[in-house]
């Protein structure tokens, strides 16, 4: 078995019953995983990770010199 301690709750969103891997505060809303996921926020620097991903900086360069290869 594992170490974590599971705790039935019922979700506050939906009422359906669900295991989670911690004691819940009894004053904050608790939910299933299908409920968890609607009441997310996307992670904060979830955008800056795509940007560096692909620069748009570079993107430029990259089709300003296609467009000066095609000129000559």
Sequence with gaps: ???RPS???KC???GK????PFKPASD???YCR??????RTPRAGSE???ETKCPSSDIEKQV???RRESWK
Excluded: F, G, N, Y
């Design 17 to 20: 019953t669900a295991t989670v």
């Design 7 to 9: 705790t039935q709750i």
């Design 28 to 30: 904050k809303p608790v």
């Design 34 to 39: 299908e409920c968890l996921a609607k009441h």
């Design 12 to 14: 506050s969103d939906c």
């Design 48 to 50: 800056k990770r795509m």
């Design 1 to 3: 078995m594992s170490d």
């Design 64 to 66: 300003w010199s296609r």
